[in-house]
């Protein structure tokens, strides 16, 4: 079956692909195993010279990049032009600084001669092929934050992107390419969601990454897990916002919109519970609420235009259902709950507010991936907390308070990979990015990324 580019603001289907066959994915697998042999011998030097070449190609071919971003899976224009940028900022970012990162590191004198040796160092070797198995809503960025570090430790990569953005799967790898990577460094492999177990178990492939759905992370562990390989994955989110009586409440309620609206509602870091002390409840989830409720929608090329459409019927569907499941349990529709009137031929959804939300409603334990908010009242501090945890989910957190002690609480207490005070959730490429709980393990980015798919060698000398 073709793999189909359709645009979601207007069902249009853009381009179809023809999957790889077996021989083709054989040849992709072989030219893979070739490149890593001599790849793996390049210098720092080198390696950064070429990723920086393809920062400045991403620089320069940034509105076409975007506008490919926008027509396959719907993002503003705007945000589209902001993630490339992105990645051509980690790229230069891991060109100057994977050479420190993956220094040998030499123990204490004394611990050496304890071992029994005249020397002893740890150096960080790549292990071979990575296969990267990313999702449609980051499509550049998701790439680039495990390319960058994969091939800047000498690693190749192999990536099996979402089906529903082939032209930027193309268009990544035609990247990599005119950068000058050598043959077989970085390829995409066009093939569907079936053919992805048989590419983990190929002895040729050393290690996977994948960041998605729970489901296609389970099923991708488990098997990396029969075949004894290193796995990182990043999973799904419902991230708490909390709000403390000490927050500036008006910066907090302006941030939260960003921070749930971001990529169309789409993003695993996305706060998605608003979880507010009882104090400062009614001042916030009016301004919140109002502030929703302008968003502009519409067609995402449209450089107005705040929200665009959901990245596929299906995802637009289920969102639909959460919140009719949980208006039938009493939830409050505070705005939105419904398709926009004039937007039929895309898949479109109001950014929506809901109040009264109880564990009855599937919408309390779910993760909500488009622009749907859930608002909670907390009577105090231990309130908040219990409710922040109270998910599958440990991606990251956001908590607005100004009061020292109550911060120490938080990152003593909440279940997550992060927890950023009077702000959003945000990568850098110096920061540690990664979960816990259903939101996988391993880290991305920062030095723990790239050192997620090396060889951590003892070196001994008598």
Not at 438 to 454: A, D, M, P, T, V
Request: charged share 25%; proline share 6%; with cysteine.
């Amino acid at each position: 079956m073709p793999i189909a580019s359709v645009n979601p603001a207007t069902g249009e289907t853009l381009e179809t692909f023809e999957p790889l066959d077996a021989a083709g994915l054989e040849q992709r697998l072989a030219r893979a195993e070739e490149a890593f042999r001599t790849y793996r011998t390049t210098s720092f030097a080198q390696r950064a010279g070429l990723l920086r070449r393809a920062a400045e190609l991403l620089d320069e071919d940034l509105e076409s990049i975007a506008r490919t971003m926008t027509e396959e899976m719907g993002k503003p224009i705007a945000a589209a032009r902001a993630e490339a940028a992105k990645c051509a900022k980690a790229m230069r970012w891991y060109a100057e600084n994977a050479e420190a990162l993956l220094a040998d590191e030499h123990p204490e004198p004394a611990d050496v001669a304890d071992a029994g040796a005249a020397r002893a160092y740890v150096r960080y070797r790549p292990l071979g092929a990575v296969l990267a198995v990313m999702p449609w809503n980051f499509p550049f960025w998701q790439v680039v934050r495990f390319a960058a570090p994969a091939l800047m430790a000498g690693n190749v990569g192999l990536l099996k992107h979402a089906s529903n953005v082939p032209r930027t799967a193309v268009a990544l790898e035609e990247l990599f390419r005119r950068a000058g990577f050598p043959e077989g460094c970085f390829q995409t492999l066009l093939i569907g969601s079936g053919a992805v177990e048989a590419v983990v178990r190929d002895p040729r492939v050393a290690a996977v990454t994948l960041t998605g759905s729970e489901p296609a992370g389970r099923a991708v562990a488990a098997a990396a897990a029969d075949e004894v390989k290193k796995a990182v994955l990043e999973l799904g989110g419902s991230d708490p916002f909390v709000v403390m009586p000490s927050a500036d409440v008006d910066a907090a309620a302006a941030t939260a919109v960003t921070a749930r609206a971001q990529n169309n509602g789409q993003s695993c870091i996305a706060a998605k519970r608003f979880i507010v002390h009882t104090e400062v409840y009614d001042r916030f989830t009016a301004a919140f609420t109002a502030a929703m409720g302008a968003l502009r929608v519409g067609d995402p090329m449209d450089e107005a235009v705040q929200v665009g459409p959901l990245a596929s019927r299906q995802g637009r569907d289920e969102i639909a259902e959460l919140v009719e499941d949980a208006r039938a349990h009493g939830a409050r529709v505070e705005c939105g709950g419904r398709r926009p009137e004039g937007l039929d031929a895309g898949w479109f959804y109001e950014p929506t507010v809901l109040t009264g939300i109880t564990p009855r409603m599937r919408i309390h334990q779910e993760e909500t991936f488009g622009p749907v908010a859930t608002v909670y009242r907390a009577a105090d501090l231990d309130e908040a907390v219990a409710l922040a945890n109270d998910t599958p989910f440990g991606l990251s957190s956001n908590v607005w308070t100004e009061d020292p002690a109550e911060q120490e609480r938080f990152v003593r207490d909440i279940q997550a990979g992060g927890v950023f005070f009077n702000g959003m959730t945000a990568s850098h490429p110096a920061l540690p990015f990664g979960g816990v709980k259903r939101s996988g393990f391993g880290r991305e980015l920062s030095g723990h990324g790239i050192k997620e798919f090396c060889n951590v060698t003892t070196v001994w000398i008598a």
